[in-house]
C-alpha cells in the first residue's frame, strides 16, 4: 500500500513535469515566432543599430528645443511655486532662448 501511495505521487510528479515542460516549449515557440517577426530579414529593412542610431541623431538635432521646454516649463512652476523665474537668476546660464 506505501509503495502504491509513493508510485501515484512519482506518476503525479512526472505528469505535472510533463505538463509544465510542455508549456515552456509552447511559451519558447511563441517567444521565437515573436522575435522572428520583430527581426527583419538583410533586405527588408534597416538594421537595429541604423534605426537606433537615427533615433540619437534626431535627439540631438531636437536637443535645443528641448532645453528651451525644460527652461520654459522650470520658469511656470518658478512661478507657481512664487520663486523667482529661471530667467531672473543670474546662476542660469544654459543659453537656451524663450
Known amino acids: 500500500m506505501i509503495m502504491r501511495e509513493a508510485d501515484r505521487r512519482q ?8 505538463d509544465l ?3 515552456l516549449r509552447a511559451i519558447e515557440d511563441k517567444l521565437s515566432l515573436i522575435i522572428e517577426i520583430f527581426s527583419p530579414e538583410d533586405s527588408d529593412g ?3 543599430d541604423e ?6 541623431t534626431l535627439i540631438a538635432a531636437q536637443n535645443p528645443m528641448l532645453r528651451r521646454i525644460d ?11 512664487g520663486r ?7 546662476d542660469d546660464e544654459d543659453g537656451a532662448d524663450a
Open 21 to 23: 515542460w510542455e508549456r
Open 71 to 81: 527652461l520654459t516649463t522650470g520658469r511656470l512652476l518658478d512661478i507657481q511655486e
Open 84 to 90: 523667482t523665474p529661471r530667467s531672473a537668476r543670474r
Open 51 to 56: 534605426i537606433l542610431g537615427r533615433l540619437v
Open 46 to 48: 534597416p538594421t537595429l
Open 11 to 18: 506518476s503525479r510528479s512526472l505528469v505535472q513535469d510533463d
